[in-house]
Structure formats: C-alpha cells, structure tokens
C-alpha cells in the first residue's frame, strides 16, 4: 500500500533537535563562530588514551563486557562516589552505560508507564523532555525563578504534584543555565519525594565543574534517597571523552535489575574499549579535570565580559557550574528565538542553540557554550558586536 509510513505517536510528537539543526546549518555558512554545543574542545588526555590502547592491544576489547559493566570498573566507580559524592554503594548498585544519556533513557523507561508524569524544572536540556515523551509519559514543567538565578521553585514543584506523577528529572549543575542546586535545595526536593513515593532521576554530568564557592551535591548522599534515586553521572564531560560514549548511574540494588531490563536491549552494554578508557581515567591522574576547570572559568568569565557590551541586547546571570550560559534577549524579535538564532547565524556568522529547545519557559533566550578555546568566543562576540551595534547601531 501506498501512503505515508507509519511512526508511534511518542515519537512523531518529538521535534526536531534543535542543536544538531543549528550544527547543521552552521555548516553552511562560511567562517562560523560555533557556541552551540555543549562539547569540550579539549583533547582527551593521554593516559585515558594509553589505557585503551592497552586493552586493544592485549585483545580485552573484542567482545561484550557483563551488562552492568566491568567489575574493575564498577569498583572505581564505588570508590569515587564514595569520595567525591559522599555516597555510600557497592558494584551491586552500579551500572555502566553509554553516556550518562542512556543511562537516564533506560531509567526513566523502567520507572515510567504510559500517562505518568515526570516533573522537570524548566528550563531543562532538551534530551530529557524526549526520554520521557518516548517512555509515553508526560513532561510537567515547573519553572526556575529566573531574577534568583534560575533557583528551583519548590512550592511551584509541590503544587505540580498529581496523582499521575511518577518521578522529578533535573539536572545540576544545570543544562542549560549553568545552575548549581543547593544542598539545602536538593534536601527540599528530597522530602517532597520521600512525602510523595516519587523517583528522583539525576544528571550530574558536569558535577566537577563548579565556581566561586558552589558545591555540587549529589541527592543520593541523603540516606532515606536510597530507594528513591536514580543518579547518572558520565565521564563524557569530566575527562573530556564526549566520543567515547561512557557513563555509569547508581541505584538501589532492587530497582538496578528494573533499570537492566531497559539497558540491555538498547545497548547490550557500553563499549568495552570505552569502559577501559573509563577505568584508566579514574586510576590515573585527576589533575587534568581541574586543569578543563580552570579553563571553563576563565571562558566564563570572558564570555560574561563580552556580554557586558552587549546590555541592550542581552541580560544574563553568571553560571555557577558547567560550561553554558543561558542570556535572556533583550530584543523584540528575540521573542522568537529559533527565527533569532538562525538570523543570527546566517546574518552574523555566529552559532548559537535557541532557547525554546530547552523548555517553554527557554523562549526568548538562547544558549552558548563557553567550552572552546577563548579564541572562539572573542571570534563571536566580535562578530555578533558588528550584528547587533554596527548593522543595527543598537
């Protein structure tokens, strides 16, 4: 028969990806200054590289790894959560994936039923409203106060609890407005789930990259979160290893089998060359993950310089962690903000994410990503001087 191919609801329901539509565009224009993804630059470091080399080498990679990853592995894993996030675990509880990114894909699968709803502060990353929409939930947005910084609302998150909410899905330090959580934030978030039964999913991605005395904390040091948090953390990010695809999560020891069910047909396990590239990155040296933090503090602090001449145009709060800012456009048209953003990039020569991907309340900003050599950020907040103040003399 002729016609239309078929696709599922949940997945014709999903836009486009806003990122990769503006990476691609960008491809088609000439000389580009390039801030839209949230990508390290940076190369991945030698000894992580070595480690691998190793494995491939001693003939370890060729075949499939235990789903839940390397037992090695894992036991780094234990040690540094117990460390770095105050958590207290075993291998048991411990699952490598492919990225943190599917890792929160089978979490939410295994937690979420078609109707439930997930609650998400807003504005969030873009991945995580599609998991849930492809699990057939419903994304409930609960907007950040933007004028604190984007602090979480917690009266706005119980308010926005039904009897069809199943789970809370953030990320901190925040995609994309660089947000760190506090403590006494992600405490109140906790006792709301504990009150409410609901599963707390956690992206600590960019855990390690904090600034000017914000601390990360991860919800699952909170003893009474044992049964109730799913943490997924990636050494996508920390080691520069965006390629390698590697990330772990941490659950209780009876919801990890739940969690497997998921995993296994969307990955059998992560790429064991990866995993032995993980393992060397925890064994080796750590001092190249406070050399990329260094360097994302001194690109942030060069990028909000830039801005600053850029008033009439943006308004911004500096990010906290990560390595993105989230500007609010201060111009009629930014009110649309992926018309903005192409008009930007096609006019000015400079690639930015629109804001609307992350969220309702993302409209009328947009992102850039100060993960690049300085270089590149002066290359586009000159061009985009000349956009706004030359063409537009604004």
């Given amino acids: 028969m002729e016609g239309t191919p078929k696709v599922s609801d949940r997945v014709g329901r999903i836009s486009k990806s806003a990122i990769h539509e503006m990476t691609r565009l960008s491809k088609k224009v000439d000389d580009v200054a390039f801030l839209s993804w949230a990508k390290p630059t940076s190369d991945t ?20 790894s235990e789903n839940a990853g390397l037992l090695e592995l894992r036991e780094e894993i234990v040690r540094k959560l117990k460390r770095d996030n105050h958590v207290d675990t075993d291998v048991s509880q411990i699952m490598v994936t492919i990225g943190a990114i599917e890792g929160l894909a089978a979490a939410v699968m295994a937690v979420v039923d078609p109707g439930d709803e997930v609650i998400l502060p807003s504005p969030t990353y873009s991945t995580h409203v599609r998991q849930v929409v492809i699990a057939s939930g419903k994304p409930v947005f609960v907007p950040t106060i933007e004028e604190e910084g984007f602090a979480l609302d917690i009266q706005g998150i119980k308010n926005a609890i039904t009897p069809r909410t199943k789970a809370i899905l953030y990320c901190s330090p925040n995609n994309p407005t660089g ?3 506090s403590e006494s934030q992600l405490r109140q978030v906790a006792q709301i789930a504990l009150e409410n039964n609901l599963m707390v999913i956690t992206d600590e991605a960019y855990e390690y990259f904090t600034y000017d005395g914000h601390k990360h904390f991860s919800i699952a040091s909170i003893p009474e979160m044992a049964r109730n948090a799913i943490s997924c953390y990636t050494f996508t990010k920390t080691y520069a290893m965006t ?152």
């Fill in 45 to 64: 470091p030698d000894h992580i590289k070595d480690g691998a080399i190793a494995a491939i080498r001693e003939g370890l990679v060729g075949g499939y």
């Fill in 179 to 181: 947000t760190v959580w």
């Fill in 243 to 394: 390629g390698w695809r590697i990330g772990y999560l941490h659950a209780d020891q009876e919801i990890i089998p739940q969690i497997a069910k998921a995993h296994i047909p969307l990955a059998i396990c992560a790429p064991v060359v990866s995993q032995y590239a993980a393992l060397a990155a925890l064994k080796g040296p750590q001092d190249c993950v406070a050399k990329f933090r260094e360097h994302y503090l001194c690109a942030r602090n060069v990028m909000c310089e830039r801005l600053d001449h850029l008033r009439s145009v943006f308004a911004y709060h500096k990010p906290d962690g990560a390595y993105l800012m989230f500007p609010k456009i201060l111009l009629e048209e930014g009110k649309d903000s992926t018309a903005f953003c192409k008009r930007l990039l096609k006019e000015g020569g400079v690639s930015t994410t629109p804001g609307i991907a992350f969220g309702p309340t993302g409209e009328g900003h947009l992102r850039m990503s100060f993960c690049v050599p300085e270089e590149e950020i002066h290359k586009a907040f000159d061009k985009m001087e000349v956009y706004f103040c030359g063409n537009r003399k604004g």
